[in-house]
């Protein structure tokens, strides 16, 4: 795979397929994270005197212009992170984005409007996804690829775009790929993963390939009540793929035979009623044991003892690789699972990957030193399927 050191980008127009997929409260971005890790790639394309064309997708808006997606503030950001004047187009190949990147002198940076205003990004249609890729090259000289959150989507910036140019992968890219490999060929024992969010269905497939390759798995998040519905327990109105039991009972079933620790909440944070995430008024959860959840309650975050376990099971790992939260973070009473895990993480000596998505989110939110761990992935669906042994289109496009 060929990086932007052997591409020769001083005076050409480069297409930077970055991911500033960021949240949004209205126009206000509450987590930068996605756009400052891209942001040296840009300025090093810059510094080399390209003409840099940035896009990417932002929340899941329907082939059409849509106000609540708009790239615009993450344009914005982008401008003030790199020091620099950011051009935006108000269109994604139509008649704004081509004046715009007409416009550019060397070392100019512009940002094309969400990629998904346009049907063909996301079309399932070769041909529709082709002639907006055909568009797309248009635009430009040479392609980069920055944008691992995006890199397991089929999608026409992402796939079929570098196939129309002279391309390479971003240093983000670069930098992913070599972490993941780390996860993967070689590494450091004891391996220990943890995993929460709220499906156990989104971590099955890495469930099955981990259970090959880690020494311990911990479980928290939503995903844990279907597992402890598995062994036996009730878990009242908590979180519950009852679909997904069968599957439970075989991965416990396995990790067992092969000797791998598969570790549950021992005790959970319990409450009658969600809590609510905008005014964080106060929850009063009450905690019980992972095996006595009532019939009324939702199980919500890892107990204290559970914290204490996790902590436990992470201080001698080699290598540790963390994917979803342990409960409710954004809520002050349900963020001390996800934090002690985090903080475990930070205490033993191991190499450490938060695997981006709701993680990398909580590890801000939660006034972490990013700096702190070895990895915080920008791409949480990217990662997964990375380590369950998937081809990811985007990677496949750049290796060409």
């Not at 880690?214 to 009730?234: P, Q």
């Not at 009063?284 to 914290?307: N, W, Y």
């Not at 938060?354 to 702190?372: I, Q």
Request: net charge negative.
């Amino acid at each position: 795979m060929k990086t932007i050191d052997d591409l020769q980008v001083a005076g050409q127009r480069v297409f930077v397929r970055a991911d500033l997929n960021v949240p949004l409260d209205g126009t206000t971005i509450t987590d930068d994270g996605r756009i400052r890790a891209v942001a040296p790639t840009i300025a090093k394309l810059v510094e080399r005197g390209a003409k840099v064309i940035v896009a990417s997708h932002l929340g899941r808006p329907k082939g059409a212009p849509d106000p609540a997606f708009s790239l615009a503030p993450a344009a914005a950001r982008l401008g003030d992170i790199l020091g620099q004047d950011v051009a935006f187009a108000t269109d994604t190949v139509g008649e704004s984005a081509r004046s715009v990147v007409a416009g550019l002198s060397d070392g100019q940076v512009a940002v094309l409007e969400n990629l998904r205003f346009n049907a063909g990004e996301t079309s399932k249609d070769d041909a529709e996804r082709g002639a907006f890729a055909d568009q797309l090259a248009a635009l430009a000289d040479l392609y980069v690829g920055d944008g691992f959150g995006a890199v397991h989507r089929k999608h026409a910036s992402v796939y079929d775009l570098p196939k129309r140019l002279p391309h390479a992968a971003g240093d983000l890219i670069a930098t992913e790929v070599g972490v993941l490999k780390k996860l993967t060929d070689d590494v450091k024992r004891p391996y220990v993963v943890a995993l929460g969010g709220a499906k156990v269905s989104d971590k099955l497939a890495v469930i099955d390939q981990l259970i090959e390759k880690a020494d311990r798995i911990l479980v928290g998040g939503g995903m844990a009540y279907t597992f402890l519905k598995a062994k036996g327990h009730e878990v009242g109105i908590s979180l519950l793929q009852e679909d997904q039991v069968p599957a439970c009972l075989e991965y416990l079933a396995r990790a067992e035979k092969r000797g791998v620790e598969f570790v549950l909440p021992v005790d959970v944070l319990v409450s009658g009623e969600f809590p609510d995430l905008k005014t964080k008024a106060p929850a009063h959860p009450d905690v019980v044991a992972a095996d006595a959840i009532p019939a009324d309650k939702e199980g919500l975050d890892i107990g204290p003892k559970t914290r204490e376990l996790y902590a436990a099971k992470l201080a001698d790992a080699g290598t540790v690789f963390w994917n979803g939260p342990m409960g409710v973070f954004e809520h002050p009473d349900y963020a001390g699972g996800t934090k002690a895990v985090a903080q475990g993480l930070l205490d033993s000596d191991a190499f450490t990957v938060v695997g981006g998505g709701d993680s990398a989110a909580a590890v801000r939110l939660l006034g972490f030193d990013e700096n702190a761990f070895g990895h915080i992935s920008t791409g949480g669906g990217a990662s997964l399927e990375y380590l369950e042994g998937k081809t990811l289109p985007g990677l496949a496009a750049l290796e060409d």
